[in-house]
């Protein structure tokens, strides 16, 4: 098993993780809400920093499984020259706009060197570095769709 197999492991066993740790959150908060008659906002608050890890971590993999919404006619009906092109520029556009996101990220970061979270009190640089990690995970598995589809187009 190779590094990037082990990676993807890693990454799967996380979103399974984050998405099983914010339903018992939710179902925590609401039991305690109405048959306890209490709040607890850690719950509430966990629960959506294990959401924002899932969905960023699971863009990634919907990237490695080509399951994001796109639209692909030309690819079907162009010849393959044109094909490869429309890939290459596609690729292109996607990169800008992640490399932008994540230039973006370093200003958010450094607004959570300076703030805390209201329940749990910890520094939100900790929720908000899912931002980038995201970003990261998903341009890693955007190369390498990239480079199969235009594989597959030489064939």
């Excluded at 919907?62 to 010849?79: E, F, Q, S, T």
Aim: glycine share 6%; charged share 10%; hydrophobic share 60%.
């Amino acid at each position: 098993m190779n590094i990037l197999n082990k990676f993807r492991t890693v990454i799967n066993w996380l979103v399974i993780l984050f998405f099983c740790y914010m339903v018992l959150a939710v179902f925590y908060q609401v039991l305690g809400r109405y048959v306890f008659h209490y709040k607890l906002g850690i719950a509430a608050e966990t629960a959506t920093f294990a959401q924002i890890w899932m969905v960023l971590l699971a863009a990634g993999i919907a990237m490695k499984k080509n399951m994001h919404v796109g639209v692909d006619i030309l690819l079907r009906v162009l010849p393959k020259k044109f094909q490869k092109i429309i890939i290459v520029f596609s690729f292109i556009f996607i990169l800008s706009f992640l490399l932008l996101a994540l230039k973006g990220c370093f200003a958010l970061i450094s607004v959570g060197f300076e703030s805390t979270s209201p329940a749990l009190g910890i520094p939100m640089w900790i929720p908000y570095l899912s931002v980038p990690i995201g970003i990261i995970y998903i341009t890693l598995e955007l190369v390498i769709v990239t480079i199969s589809k235009y594989k597959e187009r030489n064939s």
